[in-house]
């Protein structure tokens, strides 16, 4: 999480979106459906947050899967003539993220709806610079799930 891939926003600037999402695929047509799913099912209003798909040269219909997706004004998607690897592409999708924070998916895991929203939250706070997640359960004071 950091500075949108050093991108930085006036004050006053309109439409600002605040948190990146950044999706990279390589022949993810199986199960990047379900990722993008868990991104627009979020408690965070798109207008908030944007997707920044990187397709990294798939030759399987990733890019089919995702076309899908770009009814939603917030969805960008790009695509890398080929395949170039994880760590190029996320650098890619850094270098194109717009939002004040990043955060990245892979395109074979999930969010649960209120990710964006309480990982912003604990950054807003200003306690701390960085959230990461390996894995996000979210437990109640009493411990419950």
């Known amino acids: 999480m950091g500075g949108g891939g050093g991108v930085r926003h006036r004050a006053g600037d309109v439409g600002v979106t605040r948190v990146s999402v950044v999706l990279c695929s390589f022949n993810g047509a199986g199960f990047v459906a379900g990722a993008l799913e868990s991104v627009y099912g979020q408690t965070t209003p798109l207008d908030q947050y944007e997707v920044v798909f990187i397709d990294d040269g798939s030759t399987d219909g990733t890019g089919q899967v995702a076309s899908r997706f770009r009814r939603y004004p917030n969805f960008r998607y790009l ?23 990043v955060i990245r998916l892979d395109d074979d895991d ?10 912003r939250s604990v950054l807003e706070e200003g306690a701390t610079d960085l959230v990461y997640s390996d894995r996000y359960d979210l437990l109640t004071r009493t411990g419950e799930r």
């Open 110 to 119: 999930t969010f649960g709806p209120t990710i964006l929203e309480e990982m």
């Open 79 to 101: 695509r890398n003539r080929a395949n170039r690897g994880l760590v190029a592409s996320a650098n890619r999708g850094l270098r194109e993220a717009r939002g004040d924070l």
